[in-house]
């Protein structure tokens, strides 16, 4: 189904009647009929969305599949080949759905090119997931998560730069104190 203010390329099956306005839906592309996406969204080539729900102005980038269970919070970004699980022991002869996990994505969060989110954590908002990072565990807001498994190497501000030291950041100024393991920006 395509609205009329909404771009969904030939070749993509799009089987839910919750796509929001002004969302861009591109080539090879299935989104299936339990999906709810949001307004202003862009999926790229090749990707799969199922029984998740996909908030305002989220972009996910080619060859991602975003499983049941899968929470995006508004303007997440999705980088190339992330992956997502949705079970912890899967088997092909064993059905599982009765124990798929939730994973949630807060608001403004980016997940790197080729990054694995295993199932049941919640990345919080504006955090940075490195490149190939894997994520088995929360992530709190503002955290830069490199590695396997993925370890804080930093902060990150709203904007998307990596913070100093002094949590001043030097691209937007935006002023940040650390209250334990979690980041405020100061008032």
């Known amino acids: 189904m395509q609205g009329p203010d909404q771009l969904v ?11 929001g306005a002004q969302t861009r839906i591109w080539q090879w592309v299935h989104v299936m009929p339990e999906a709810r996406i949001g307004e202003r969204c862009s999926i790229g080539q090749g990707c799969f969305v199922g029984a998740a729900t996909l908030g305002n102005g989220c972009r996910i980038q ?14 997440v970004f999705i980088g190339p080949s992330c992956v997502f699980t949705n079970v912890k022991h899967p088997r092909a002869h064993v059905s599982r759905k009765s124990a798929y996990l939730p994973t949630r994505v807060g608001r403004g969060a980016t997940l790197g090119a080729n990054a694995t989110i295993l199932c049941g954590v919640t990345i919080g ?21 490199v590695g396997t498994p ?3 190497a930093g902060w990150a501000c709203r904007c998307g730069e990596t913070l100093p030291a002094e ?3 030097d691209h937007c ?9 979690t980041l405020v920006l100061r008032t």
């Open 167 to 169: 949590l001043t950041c």
């Open 125 to 145: 908002a504006y955090a940075m997931i490195g490149a190939g990072a894997v994520v088995t565990k929360d992530v709190p807001p503002h955290a830069l998560m």
């Open 173 to 181: 100024a935006s002023d940040y104190e650390q209250d334990g393991e």
């Open 150 to 152: 993925a370890r804080r």
């Open 62 to 75: 080619n060859h991602v599949s975003i499983f049941d269970g899968v929470t995006l919070e508004e303007d």
């Open 9 to 19: 390329h030939p070749t993509a099956i799009v089987e839910s009647k919750h796509v």
